[in-house]
């Protein structure tokens, strides 16, 4: 009995978890879509040019339905949302949905690629800061990553560029390459962006994995493996590794909820067609449309990566679990 | 961070306090006061004015002579100071003067933003984690919004609607760390109702607002300021990479985001332009980070003894 009443709780917890969820989602398209209807001018008037007389204008505005009420457009906004349509670009004429999902893709492997540099940053570092604890170099690496989080991004990748591409010259400063041209020259224009970004996040993984292996380090099953004998190599990589990583594997998620707003200054540095510059372009462009499709698709990618780290916990922790049948 | 113990400043003497804190905080407190009267003094310094076109020099290296093409008037050529000291930007200024100009701007954003931030969040997240219920989940619900919001598109419309200036930057800036207060202060408030201090004055028949006032807020204060100091450290990186997009304070004003911006062309002519006020921004970032963190760690020493 007490299983399914548990059962019963995690199931109520969830499901009201993804009701709110849902809710934020809908409240930030709402909040988008006033805002972008704020904005003084239209898209009518990009699309007239500017020959475009009063009724020309007026002509283009009914054409596309903005001449009805905020609210109604909203409503039908929403209607279509229900059936997987988000719309056309006023602009281009190209389907908003179609632009996202070419766009996406680029994003997303700005970022894995970045997080995995990172992780390979972080990895060694962590590792090593861990098994000499208070050491110079735990010290060294420690302080270095702390003065590393007070460079900006921006001011990040400007470095990278006068490093590798002014100075060594192996790089170009930017340039985008599909993957259709080759994997190879593809991969090669995300280098310098994702090492932009793998440079300051290191230090975020590496901080949260030194202090989660400082803790296993403790175990006495770990005792017992220098008792046996093992080289630390061992000891580090396959015993205490894998206990210690869950928190860093955590954030990394939420690095990526998070960069996905963010990478528009990475984007806009190295001239990559990703979503944060689809975005500010459709900004500058009032193609309302185009806007609340890219802020649908970044809040939904926030709020499902936070949410989703935050169920994994609640699966994991009874605690947690406890804690939230009884609290809110 | 346990934050259900009431953290005040340590009863330790000042010089023990000092000691604690080490030299490198006090170095940082140096470079930070030393950016503050820069920005303060800004008009005063023998400097050519930071809008003034030093045409014969162009992104000239540092220590680079004034030329009379870059000087009020041809017969004093001395007038606004000796040499461009730390050289001039693509557009012939000097980049000393916009540097301090540029730390106005900075310092503002620093200072104003974590402001409206901490009294706004901190205030709502008092509120939120002394009442709970239903305030508590409005309060949180609303956060979540702010924070799931894309902030540039917020930028944006301001910008477009309200105009691009410092004081709507700063208002913006404010707004987006509203949530981030509130958390911490909402995290704070729930572990101090639990504790015996507040039931104490509870029992003796305060009101909920005598107990706000008396027993949670003093105890919230503190570490807020402290975190805002990591706010503020966070905020002069954002009016960076703001200047940097080009949606910062607009031109010809100084700002060190912006330096950075325009001496991005020139990265392989003439570095210094880009490199010198990155150079300022990350030092002024990682005072205000260090202070920080010596705080904090000031605070969580006397919570764990």
């Given at each position: 009995m ?6 019963h ?21 709402a909040?988008?879509?006033?805002m972008v ?15 475009a007389?009063?009724?020309?204008i ?12 905020m ?17 056309r670009?006023?602009?281009?004429g190209?389907p ?36 000499r ?20 991004s ?10 590798f ?5 192996w ?13 190879w ?16 996040e ?18 006495h ?6 008792a046996?004998g ?21 954030v ?8 996905l ?12 067609p ?17 806007v ?12 499902t ?7 994994l916990y ?15 | ?8 400043l ?6 023990e ?5 080490g ?19 800004a ?5 050519p ?20 093409a ?6 004093n ?16 200024r ?74 709507n930057?700063?208002?913006i ?11 911490v ?20 028949g ?30 002069i990186?954002?009016?960076?990479a ?18 950075i ?20 921004m ?21 919570a764990?003894?």
């Open positions: 007490t299983a399914t009443w548990g059962e709780l995690l199931v109520t917890h969830l499901g009201r978890k993804l009701l709110r969820l849902l809710l934020v989602v809908l409240a930030v398209t909040v988008t879509f006033l209807h704020l904005l003084p001018g239209d898209v009518a008037y990009t699309i007239g040019g500017e020959t007389t009063a009724d020309d007026r002509a283009i505005r009914e054409a596309l339905g903005l001449d009805r009420s609210l109604a457009q909203y409503r039908s906004w929403l209607g279509r949302l229900v059936h997987g349509d988000l719309g670009s006023y602009l281009t190209e908003v949905l179609q632009a996202i999902l070419s766009r996406l893709p680029v994003t997303l492997e700005l970022l894995v690629i970045s997080q995995l540099l990172a992780l390979a940053l972080a990895l060694p570092a962590a590792l090593i800061c861990a098994y604890s208070g050491s110079h170099v735990d010290r060294l690496i420690s302080t270095g990553g702390f003065a590393t989080l007070s460079i900006p921006f001011v990040m990748a400007l470095l990278t560029i006068y490093l591409s002014v100075k060594l010259r790089l170009p400063a930017t340039g985008y390459t599909p993957l259709q041209a080759g994997v020259a593809n991969l090669k224009s995300f280098v310098l962006p994702a090492l932009s970004i793998a440079l300051i290191w230090v975020v993984l590496m901080r949260v994995l030194r202090s989660d292996l400082i803790t296993t380090l403790q175990q099953y770990i005792l017992m493996a220098k046996k093992l080289p630390p190599w061992r000891i580090l990589l396959l015993h205490a590794l894998r206990p210690s990583a869950f928190t860093m594997l955590t990394m998620g939420l690095q990526v909820g998070r960069l707003g963010e990478a528009v200054i990475v984007e806009t540095l190295f001239a990559l990703g979503m944060g510059r689809l975005l500010v372009t459709a900004i500058y462009a009032r193609d309302h449309l185009m609340q499709g890219c802020v649908l698709v970044i809040s939904i990618g926030y709020v990566v936070n949410s989703a780290v935050d169920m609640t699966l994991l922790d009874p605690r947690i679990r406890r804690e939230a049948a009884v609290g809110t | 961070m346990e934050p259900n113990r009431p953290t005040r340590p009863a330790a003497g000042i010089h306090i000092a000691a604690r804190l030299p490198i905080f006090w170095l940082a407190v140096i470079w930070l006061a030393m950016v503050l009267f820069a920005a303060v003094t008009g005063y310094w023998p400097v004015p930071p809008d003034r076109m030093d045409w014969a020099q162009l992104g000239a290296a540092p220590g680079a002579p004034l030329t009379p870059g000087t009020p008037s041809a017969e050529p001395q007038a606004g100071g000796a040499a461009h000291w730390l050289g001039t930007d693509t557009m012939g000097d980049m000393v003067a916009r540097l301090i100009f540029g730390a106005r701007v900075s310092l503002a954003v620093s200072i104003c933003s974590p402001a409206i931030g901490f009294l706004v969040g901190g205030l709502l997240g008092c509120l939120a984690g002394y009442y709970r219920g239903r305030l508590d989940a409005g309060i949180v619900a609303t956060m979540d919004v702010i924070l799931a919001f894309p902030g540039l598109v917020l930028l944006l419309v301001i910008r477009f609607y309200l105009g691009a200036s410092l004081t930057l700063i208002l800036l404010g707004f987006l760390t509203i949530p981030a207060f509130s958390r202060a909402r995290a704070k408030t729930l572990g101090l109702t639990e504790l015996e201090f507040v039931q104490a004055a509870r029992l003796t305060a009101g909920h607002l005598s107990i706000l006032v008396r027993e949670i807020l003093p105890n919230v204060v503190i570490p807020l300021a402290v975190y805002a100091l990591l706010v503020a450290a966070f905020m990186m954002a009016e960076g703001l200047s940097f997009l080009g949606l910062g304070v607009p031109p010809p004003t100084a700002s060190w985001g912006g330096m911006a325009e001496g991005r062309e020139a990265l392989d002519t003439a570095p210094h332009v880009s490199l010198i006020p990155a150079g300022v990350f030092l002024t970032v990682l005072a205000l980070n260090l202070i920080g963190d010596g705080l904090r760690s000031l605070l969580e020493g006397r764990h003894p």
